[in-house]
């Protein structure tokens, strides 16, 4: 069993930036790829941001492009995600997922492993 636990949302006015983390306990792998997902209310679960396990390849959607970073910390079992030039839009519940395997990773239904989730709420 995998357990990921986020931290690092709040509150925070537009332009501003905050730093997600998801630390991974359990039988996790440092190979494990990680997505970053959000869900508004009244909004379907969407992809925001990923790392594969191997070579480190990156993915974002187009709309957070150039404003967020996905990273790990190997050592520390962590994947970050850095959100910059936050906008009203980008207020959800932001959720890390895993999975040893992915054939699309901006498929929520192809990770395993969930998150509680996190509140970011932007302010205009």
């Known amino acids: 069993q995998v357990q990921l636990v986020e931290s690092g949302g709040g509150l925070v006015q537009a332009g501003g930036s905050l730093r997600l983390s998801c630390a991974a306990s359990?039988?996790?792998?440092?190979?494990?790829?990680m997505g970053w997902f959000r869900q508004a209310p009244g909004k379907a679960r969407e992809f925001v941001a990923a790392?594969?396990?191997?070579?480190?390849?990156?993915y974002y959607t187009d709309s957070v492009k150039g404003r967020f970073a996905i990273s790990r910390d190997s050592a520390k079992n962590t994947v970050h995600l850095q959100m910059n030039s936050l906008k009203p839009e980008d207020t959800a519940v932001y959720y890390c997922a895993a999975s040893p395997r992915v054939l699309r990773y901006i498929r929520a239904n192809e990770y395993q492993y969930w998150g509680q989730g996190t509140q970011v709420t932007v302010s205009s």
């Open positions: 359990g039988r996790t792998s440092r190979d494990y790829n």
């Open positions: 790392i594969m396990g191997v070579g480190g390849f990156t």
